[in-house]
């Protein structure tokens, strides 16, 4: 996946959790961008993007303009993969 993909896909899981206040609140809205395959992505293609994001070092709050830090975002990207591995379901 090329670095541009995987930097979309993961655009898209962290748009609903930009300007919150508590983006873990915002899990269900990126198990929804999966569900309706946003981008074209697939639900693999979601967490191949989540773990190349995890393991490379850049730094999410100023790729993303985020409004919390990269240690938030990731954790936030943890929280997204572990309930898409559990197969918790989106919301409708």
């Not at 915002?26 to 929804?32: D, I, N, R, S, W």
Request: with cysteine.
């Amino acid at each position: 996946m090329t670095t541009t993909r995987w930097q979309a896909l993961l655009r898209a899981l962290t748009y609903h959790a930009i300007m919150c206040r508590d983006p873990m609140g915002e899990v269900g809205g990126a198990l929804y961008i999966v569900k309706t395959k946003a981008l074209g992505g697939t639900k693999d293609e979601y967490l191949e993007a989540i773990r190349l994001g995890l393991a490379s070092d850049v730094d999410f709050a100023k790729l993303y303009h985020l409004n919390h830090s990269d240690a938030t975002a990731r954790a936030f990207l943890r929280a997204v993969e572990a309930d898409l591995l559990a197969g918790t379901p989106a919301p409708r």
